[in-house]
């Protein structure tokens, strides 16, 4: 290779993941126009939310996680995605610790407009 | 479980993957609002072009995927991405058959404006 070429690096979830322990607060690992990918491990139960601007994607890394609707629920494990449409109250569950991705538009706060103390920082870099 | 709720469905990326095998044909299997998440099997090389309005992110889920940059490259492996900012010129390149999602704006065709044969069918549902 010419030695005058850059070599970029990937986003690599793994690493990702090493860098922190604590459960329920995504990091933003990159962004596509403002989109943002983002990392987090959640486990146990969530609160009852929805987010009335947007959709939202869940890709599932590790474990299985289940998403509660009020009519229903799915589960989805790794190798698995599913997009909660705008404004469908959700809570997501998992029984033992899930590691996912999130996409959503930047500026979307985890518990929607519910607020309280489940609300993480948002637009946290790793 | 209550016997009237509903199991949905997750969207798995090994079944996607099951219903197809010609190469450079992206699937849409998801939309986030005006976002497409689409499957792909690739193989060899492409042709050089930019997305002057858009930045595309690249998820791989098997192989490795080379992204060749005017001044360099990256490598993208299993459970890694990046996301080719909008009017870079890339030309993705796998020396095996690599298998990844695609996430970019509903309505984004793979060879940006540069037209030709590689130019695939787009909004092309699985």
Redesign the interface.
């Given at each position: 290779?010419d030695a005058s070429?850059?070599?970029?690096?990937?986003?690599?979830?793994?690493d990702k993941l090493a860098r922190f322990s604590d459960q329920w607060q995504p990091r933003v690992?990159?962004?596509?126009?403002g989109?943002q990918?983002k990392i987090v491990r959640i486990e146990g139960d969530f609160v009852w939310h929805d987010h009335p601007e947007?959709?939202?994607?869940f890709?599932v890394?590790d474990g299985t996680l289940r998403i509660d609707?009020r009519?229903?629920?799915?589960?989805?494990?790794p190798?698995?995605?599913?997009?909660v449409p705008?404004g469908v109250e959700h809570k997501p569950f998992a029984d033992r610790e899930v590691k996912m991705l999130l996409?959503?538009?930047r500026g979307i706060l985890n518990t929607g407009h519910e607020g309280g103390e489940r609300t993480a920082e948002n637009d946290l870099w790793i």
């Open positions: 290779m070429k850059r070599t970029y690096a990937p986003v690599n979830f793994q690992i990159a962004e596509i126009n989109y990918v947007t959709d939202e994607a890709i890394l609707f009519d229903g629920s799915v589960n989805v494990g190798g698995e995605m599913y997009v705008k996409i959503e538009p």
